[in-house]
Structure formats: C-alpha cells, structure tokens
C-alpha cells in the first residue's frame, strides 16, 4: 500500500519540479532479477534512480528509517518503503556480508536491486575503482547488471546542503551487461573483470573522468 500510494505522489511530483532528462529506459529487463549498478554523487540518487525507473528498484537503507515513532515515524516509514528501501542493520559486525545476502534475496525474488560500485559519494565528481560486490552478486545469481549513469544530482543536495534545491538532472540507463562471457573465469578474475567492465559502461554514460583507486570516506565525515 505504501509503495503504490507513495509512488503515485512522488513520481508525477519529482517530474513536474525537476524535469528529468531520461535516456534508455528500454535497456532496463521489464522482469527478472537485474542489478542497476550506478555512480554515487549524492544522498538523493537512491531516490532519482527509482522515481525514474520502469520497473520497482529495490536500494538498502539504514533500519532505523522504519523505527521511529508517531506521525513523523509513520510517513518516514511510508517514503521509505514507497522508494523501494530495504532496512539493513549497518552497525552489524558482518553488515557488509549481510547486505550482499539480502540484494541476493532480492534478486532471486526476480527482483530489481540497486548498488553503487564505488561504495560511497564521489566528492570530487570523479569515478573511482569499482568493488567487487556488484559482481559477486551478479553472478551468484546468473542476472545482468544495467549499468546507469547519473548527471547533475549532487547539485539537487550538495554536500551539507539541509534542503534539495531545483537542479537539472539526467539518468541513463545502458545496455545490459550479461554474465555468460565470464563463465570459465576462475571467480576472482571474473569478478574483477566484470566490475570492471561495469566501470566502464558507467564511465561512457556520464562523462566522468575514472580513477584507478578506491573511494574511501574523509575520516569525521558522515555518509549514508
């Protein structure tokens, strides 16, 4: 109830106020499990990238979104659950596993999963170096990954901004990348190959210049 009442809102009312430019929506499966695996330039991308979407995409977010309590709980709970989330306890000492596990279920279930393969925002509009999980996960559950390629959300909610601002945004959707050309890869290389291979796709959708490194958080800075 919440996903169909909230998305009948939110996504007739992004569209009118931000006027998003979006490209190749027929690459992305209309069924079956598939990752959209996408670069990370802002707290507002887990929201654009479903609000645009032809089918439900499913991201984690922290658990406590879905534990608070009174009216603000309830609707928190309600545009959360309407963006497709999926709580995930984050301060879990094996929360990095448990996540992979959990986009598995989703997957498995036929469903939609969102990920950023650089793990956090980018804060210098750079790509950096893809990790593995994007792969790990496609593979274990034999679905291609759509790669998808964001423009322009970091100015929506700029880094310690309290409010979105209006911004001119793009999403693109790529070609679906399959998992058969790696079969036969001993699994590390696959992986690799495949991560990368992600990267790259990405890497023609937006325009961004890639860096041969991982992201990594400043330390004292927060992130989602």
């Given at each position: 109830?919440?996903?169909?009442?909230?998305?009948?809102?939110?996504?007739?009312?992004?569209?009118?106020?931000?006027?998003?430019?979006?490209?190749?929506?027929?690459?992305?499966?209309?069924?079956?499990?598939?990752?959209?695996?996408?670069?990370?330039?802002?707290?507002?991308?887990?929201?654009?990238?479903?609000?645009?979407?032809?089918?439900?995409?499913?991201?984690?977010?922290?658990?406590?979104?879905?534990?608070?309590?009174?009216?603000?709980?309830?609707?928190?709970?309600?545009?959360?659950?309407?963006?497709?989330?999926?709580?995930?306890?984050?301060?879990?000492?094996?929360?990095?596993?448990?996540?992979?596990?959990?986009?598995?279920?989703?997957?498995?279930?036929?469903?939609?999963?969102?990920?950023?393969?650089?793990?956090?925002?980018?804060?210098?509009?750079?790509?950096?170096?893809?990790?593995?999980?994007?792969?790990?996960?496609?593979?274990?559950?034999?679905?291609?990954?759509?790669?998808?390629?964001?423009?322009?959300?970091?100015?929506?909610?700029?880094?310690?901004?309290?409010?979105?601002?209006?911004?001119?945004?793009?999403?693109?959707?790529?070609?679906?990348?399959?998992?058969?050309?790696?079969?036969?890869?001993?699994?590390?290389?696959?992986?690799?190959?495949?991560t990368d291979d992600v990267?790259?796709?990405?890497?023609?959708?937006?325009?961004?210049?890639?860096?041969?490194?991982?992201?990594?958080?400043?330390?004292?800075?927060?992130?989602?």
């Amino acid at each position: 109830m919440f996903y169909s009442l909230g998305r009948g809102v939110l996504v007739p009312l992004s569209h009118a106020l931000y006027r998003p430019t979006i490209e190749g929506r027929e690459n992305v499966p209309r069924s079956g499990g598939v990752i959209l695996a996408s670069n990370h330039l802002s707290f507002i991308d887990s929201f654009a990238i479903p609000l645009v979407s032809p089918r439900r995409v499913r991201f984690l977010a922290k658990e406590e979104y879905w534990t608070g309590e009174g009216l603000k709980g309830l609707l928190q709970k309600g545009f959360f659950t309407a963006v497709g989330m999926v709580p995930v306890n984050r301060h879990s000492p094996t929360a990095a596993q448990e996540s992979l596990d959990t986009g598995l279920e989703v997957l498995r279930a036929g469903d939609a999963f969102g990920i950023y393969p650089e793990g956090t925002r980018s804060r210098d509009g750079r790509l950096y170096r893809g990790r593995t999980g994007v792969a790990w996960l496609a593979l274990n559950a034999q679905v291609p990954v759509v790669p998808v390629g964001l423009i322009g959300t970091q100015n929506i909610q700029p880094v310690g901004a309290s409010f979105p601002k209006l911004a001119k945004v793009t999403v693109r959707f790529g070609p679906p990348i399959g998992v058969e050309r790696y079969q036969g890869i001993p699994a590390g290389r696959a992986r690799r190959q495949l991560t990368d291979d992600v990267m790259a796709a990405i890497a023609a959708l937006t325009g961004q210049e890639q860096v041969d490194a991982y992201n990594e958080v400043p330390v004292g800075a927060a992130d989602e």
